[in-house]
């Protein structure tokens, strides 16, 4: 049988296997099976959180159909209680156009995974991790389909970038940059603006 991780110059294999053939490089064998272990954990995880996981009221009645909105060429804030910027649907739009419990499961383990990232980068170990993902402020975000694990992954980009994330929430933005941890030289983030 042909190993679709060799390199072959007749057969690209897609993106799945183009990640595999770089993390092979850098870890070895055991990257494809993490990688389909990852697949698989992630749709297990969408089919117990549709299943089990209440319909966000959040999703259900702001971001859904303010994005559908944005989508139809009108006004988000034709949607009563949304108050964000409009750039904070545009990553919500793949989602809000599948039915509505579909797309709130995939924004909850998106979210799950998205808290779970930006801890790991921040250096948090297992068990603060295990910690994150079963505090109240993270479950309170999944059940109800807020949209702060979007504004989280801002600790993770450049102050530039990351400002149009934090703007949602600026009171999470502006502790951030007040007290986050440096990426600067010693600085702390406020700085480096």
Not at 147 to 155: K, N, S, V
Request: charged content about 15%; aromatic content about 14%; proline content about 10%.
């Amino acid at each position: 049988m042909d190993d679709p991780l060799k390199n072959n110059p007749t057969r690209t294999g897609g993106p799945l296997i183009s990640l595999a053939r770089r993390l092979q490089n850098k870890t070895g064998k055991l990257s494809l099976w993490i990688i389909l272990a990852s697949i698989l954990l992630t749709v297990i995880l969408i089919g117990l959180f549709y299943l089990y996981l209440p319909l966000g009221v959040d999703w259900r009645d702001t971001y859904q159909p303010s994005t559908l909105e944005l989508l139809r060429g009108h006004s988000p804030y034709d949607i009563v209680p949304f108050v964000n910027p409009p750039w904070i649907l545009l990553p919500l739009i793949p989602l809000a156009i599948l039915p509505d419990k579909l797309g709130c499961a995939i924004w909850a383990v998106l979210s799950l995974y998205a808290y779970g990232y930006v801890a790991f980068k921040f250096g948090a170990k297992p068990l603060a991790l295990l910690a994150l993902i079963f505090s109240y402020p993270v479950l309170f975000d999944l059940f109800y389909g807020q949209i702060d694990a979007l504004i989280i992954l801002g600790f993770l980009m450049p102050p530039g970038i990351g400002i149009f994330l934090f703007w949602p929430n600026p009171k999470l933005g502006l502790e951030s940059r007040f007290f986050g941890p440096s990426k600067h030289g010693g600085r702390n983030n406020f700085a480096a603006w």
